[in-house]
């Protein structure tokens, strides 16, 4: 099984401005020893890159776990199942049907939907591919704990998030190279 890199790389600036800022500081050490600190400024937030989103990213749906103290050991390697679609920009809700078309085998708990095929989520007008309600009942009574996807909300915020946190399913957000994803399960 090739090893596949989902992760887009955390931007260096934020409204076109630099995010990280140096700041050089003299240390002076009791025998002599003198060196200049560098110490690293970065001024983001946490939806930077890919990252993972918990439940806790909504406030009414906060359970507790967040990326400080959620056992990363439930996360690695698991088994995933991996949905590719070819979804054109604009083309709007992906629903269940469409889903289960595309899913060859079980749902282990985790889920990659690669919607976009080959683009990537910013090659796209935002948010014109999205999940519909019922790719959302589906994949909650799947019992799926983390979705990795490529789409998630439309325009109009129709609830993704919310729905999916308040059934305990955390989400990967911004993924890249999806596409490259190219067995019907992985880990």
């Given at each position: ?52 989103d918990f439940p806790g990213h ?77 790719a959302l009942e589906w994949i ?48």
């Open positions: 099984m090739a090893l596949v890199d989902l992760t887009l790389e955390a931007q260096s600036w934020k409204d076109g401005k630099d995010t990280l800022t140096i700041e050089e500081r003299r240390i002076g050490g009791k025998d002599g020893v003198v060196y200049t600190g560098m110490i690293y400024h970065f001024d983001h937030d946490s939806m930077l890159g890919t990252y993972i909504i406030k009414e749906t906060d359970d507790g776990a967040n990326a400080a103290n959620f056992p990363l050991v439930k996360l690695f390697r698991t088994q995933a199942a991996v949905i590719h679609l070819d979804r054109e920009d604009g083309s709007g809700a992906v629903e269940t049907e469409e889903i289960l078309g595309a899913l060859k085998g079980d749902v282990p708990g985790v889920l990659v939907i690669n919607a976009l095929g080959h683009r990537r989520f910013d090659e796209i007008e935002e948010r014109s591919v999205y999940l519909g309600h019922s909650i009574s799947q019992n799926v704990r983390l979705l990795v996807s490529d789409i998630y909300e439309s325009k109009r915020l129709h609830g993704v998030f919310s729905t999916l946190f308040k059934n305990g399913v955390s989400t990967v957000c911004y993924p890249i190279n999806l596409h490259q994803l190219t067995e019907s399960h992985t880990r």
